[in-house]
């Protein structure tokens, strides 16, 4: 007997969610944002002015996530302050802020938009995802009440957070996340009171939410990856490139390989605060990324990931990464050192004076290794080794470990560790390694013109960086970037209530 088309209809949806429940890849999207910024003003806008403001760039994105969900992509992340820019004092920041509820409250705002208090922003977002059954990933504020029996409450009533929401593909809120580490500058928000470590499950994989900043420190970043173990990080930022190892694609992408997850990384677009650099970034390196400083156009990025990629087959090992290092004597040449600046960290550099050779440099207890081979040594350019262990920043300090094969701005030794995106020489082959004093390393390669070198190099389980083959193009750096959190003195200006 033939099962009635009631029944039938059932069985095929009860197959089809299992076979989505049993998927081991998807397709992820990030979608690059130039944003439509307000009039800069101390004064504030009046709350239709400011939706206004924010409805406009809500077009653009929403063209941007239908072209994503017809592509097939499953998730959808766009960018930190991409909904209404960064032009704000605390007081001309409140229009464009909404009361965002706990996801425990069970909420679709495009189906139920009046439940809570006015959140047109909310509403707008949660029917893009249910409209194109896609996960959506924005960055809005949020302000919550308080008053004098809480010590912490500001003077004006009421907090505001830089904050992430996730509405899955029915329009639910499925997650909140308070911005914890906040840039310098960022002085229209709070900090939280907590650090919140933010997870929700999906067919494909556990995945965990942070913004921007957040990614250089311990909480919530390694949080996340290595207590929690999630398989993807969701990373809305608006990321100031900065040379030679804080680019964007260049340091997002090693974070994913060195703490083995996917990361989801979708940048403001602003060229002249040197704001590009977006992609899909993966333990095993960036499976799509997009870097334009001459451009003001946003750019969609897609790729399919692995849903848990600690199980796959291509997962790599783990890496001891001053095993190697360690092991071996320190190559000659250490007399011939010099001091150089990489924007305020004084770094110790050896040049290589030679096509071809091995060198040590030292600075506190890290000792960085380098063999090295050129292809192509150009007169024009100096190369040098260089190590740095100590804090970083002017106000918020955080301990860095680096060992870095860094070409120099000019062949004056004195332009060594200043920004230089332009290179013409080639390497036959490269190892670096560095007797680290952390667990938490990432590996970075950054061609000529801000290029990465996907699947031209590997991390050896001893901890050695090692070119496969000879670059493809010319070398800006190769660089070891270790973080101590251990290290990290407390933080400046948060505070507890």
């Known amino acids: 007997m033939l099962p009635s088309q009631p029944l039938l209809h059932t069985v095929v949806l009860a197959l089809g969610v299992l076979q989505t429940l049993a998927s081991d890849t998807f397709i ?143 329009g639910k809120l499925v997650a909140r996340y308070h911005k914890y580490n906040l840039f310098r500058g960022e002085t229209q928000f709070n900090y939280p009171k907590e650090p919140e470590a933010i997870t929700f499950e999906t067919p494909f994989g556990k995945f965990g939410i942070f913004t921007c900043f957040d990614i250089l420190f311990h909480e919530p970043a390694v949080v996340l990856v290595s207590e929690l173990q999630v398989d993807t990080v969701l990373f809305p930022t608006a990321w100031m490139n900065v040379l030679p190892f804080l680019t964007a694609v260049e340091f997002h992408s090693a974070w994913a390989m060195g703490m083995g997850v996917n990361l989801l990384s979708a940048n403001t677009h602003n060229i002249n605060m040197s704001m590009t650099g977006s992609g899909l970034f993966t333990p095993e390196g960036p499976a799509a990324y997009h870097y334009d400083s001459g451009t003001e156009e946003g750019r969609l990025l897609m790729a399919k990931l692995s849903a848990r990629p600690r199980l796959s087959p291509t997962y790599p090992p783990a890496v001891n990464w001053s095993s190697y290092a360690t092991s071996i004597k320190k190559f000659p040449g250490e007399n011939e050192t010099f001091s150089g600046a990489v924007r305020r960290d004084i770094f110790t550099f050896n040049e290589l004076r030679h096509k071809a050779g091995n060198y040590t440099v030292c600075q506190g207890d890290l000792c960085c290794h380098l063999i090295y081979r050129m292809s192509n040594k150009s007169k024009d350019e100096v190369y040098v080794l260089g190590a740095f262990d100590g804090l970083h920043g002017s106000l918020i300090k955080y301990h860095w470990q680096i060992c870095t094969l860094l070409k120099c701005k000019s062949t004056d030794l004195n332009t060594c560790g200043q920004p230089v995106e332009i290179a013409q020489t080639k390497f036959e082959m490269f190892s670096l390694s560095g007797t680290f004093g952390t667990s938490y390393v990432f590996p970075e390669v950054l061609y000529s013109e801000v290029q990465l070198a996907p699947g031209e190099f590997e991390v050896l389980r001893d901890g050695r960086l090692k070119s496969k083959h000879a670059t493809s193009k010319p070398l800006v750096t190769a660089t070891l970037f270790g973080r101590l959190y251990e290290k990290d003195p407390p933080h400046p200006l948060r505070t507890s209530p």
């Open 28 to 170: 992820a999207a990030v979608y690059e944002h130039t944003v439509i910024l307000p009039d800069a003003t101390d004064e504030p806008v009046s709350p239709d002015n400011a939706l206004a403001l924010m409805n406009k760039n809500m077009d653009v994105l929403e063209g941007a996530i239908k072209e994503a969900a017809q592509q097939g992509a499953h998730i959808i992340v766009t960018p930190e302050d991409g909904i209404y820019g960064w032009r704000f004092t605390r007081e001309s920041i409140y229009p464009y802020l909404e009361d965002i509820p706990d996801p425990s409250v069970n909420w679709i705002p495009c189906t139920d938009p009046t439940r809570f208090a006015p959140a047109p922003v909310q509403e707008r977002l949660s029917c893009m995802a249910k409209n194109n059954s896609i996960y959506v990933v924005a960055n809005i504020g949020d302000k919550k009440p308080c008053n004098s029996s809480d010590p912490g409450c500001p003077s004006d009533g009421h907090y505001q957070y830089n904050t992430d929401v996730v509405f899955d593909p029915e």
